[in-house]
T-cell receptor
Framework: AQSVTQLGSHVSVSEGALVLLRCNYS??????LFWYVQYPNQGLQLLLK??????LVKGINGFEAEFKKSETSFHLTKPSAHMSDAAEYFC???????????FGQGTRLTINP | KAGVTQTPRYLIKTRGQQVTLSCSPI?????VSWYQQTPGQGLQFLFE???????NKGNFPGRFSGRQFSNSRSEMNVSTLELGDSALYLC?????????????FGSGTQLSVL
């Protein structure tokens, strides 16, 4: 079975600082990995995904993530935080043969002015 | 192109009642999935429908059911509501049913059970 662990339920950074949200996964078969963002009172929106190929994935709004198989990690980063990045971020995994996402518990990102 | 539409946006029910939630996927999308979101359990997969057939089901009791119509619209039903069913129910659609595919989520239906 697949699982996802997001380290830190709350992360707070200053505007302009580096954003680093951590995600580790467990899967016995090659995973597909996703980061979704949820703004208040809204559904989830895809930031980026890793399927195969290049391990550094670039997404929307300046976010990127690197798939590291040896560390079973898929951490999300952004060089410079904006106030508009304040939201909840979810890491998720799916695998071939299982048309469903398994989500981590989420990380709430707060941006300080 | 319109996004995923979920109705109603908010619902208040009492224990023992039943409820039906509706989801209209993006035009042309054939796969519809449902997720339950709660502060304690996070986001959990309920079920997935494709071409009017349930293809995958999560670990929820039989009180949770759903269906998909020929136009890909989907409904989910919860019977004999319990307090613990209070949650945000999210519907997501995708073009096909590949595990690598992007899901498009609706804004959800917030269900409160009193």
């Amino acid at each position: 079975a697949q699982s996802v662990t997001q380290l830190g339920s709350h992360v707070s950074v200053s505007e302009g600082a580096l954003v680093l949200l951590r995600c580790n996964y467990s899967s016995s078969v090659p995973p597909y990995l996703f980061w979704y963002v949820q703004y208040p009172n809204q559904g989830l929106q895809l930031l980026l995904k890793y399927t195969t190929g290049a391990t550094l994935v670039k997404g929307i709004n300046g976010f990127e993530a690197e798939f590291k198989k040896s560390e079973t990690s898929f951490h999300l980063t952004k060089p410079s935080a904006h106030m508009s990045d304040a939201a909840e971020y979810f890491c998720a995994v799916s695998v071939q043969g299982a048309q469903k996402l398994v989500f981590g518990q989420g990380t709430r990102l707060t941006i300080n002015p | 192109k319109a996004g995923v539409t979920q109705t109603p946006r908010y619902l208040i029910k009492t224990r023992g009642q039943q409820v039906t939630l509706s989801c209209s996927p993006i035009s042309g999308h054939r796969s519809v999935s449902w997720y339950q979101q709660t502060p304690g359990q996070g986001l959990q997969f309920l079920f997935e429908y494709f071409s009017e057939t349930q293809r995958n089901k999560g670990n929820f009791p039989g009180r949770f059911s759903g269906r998909q119509f020929s136009n890909s619209r989907s409904e989910m039903n919860v019977s004999t509501l319990e307090l613990g069913d209070s949650a945000l129910y999210l519907c997501a659609s995708s073009l096909e049913r590949q595990p690598s595919e992007k899901l498009f989520f609706g804004s959800g239906t917030q269900l409160s059970v009193l």
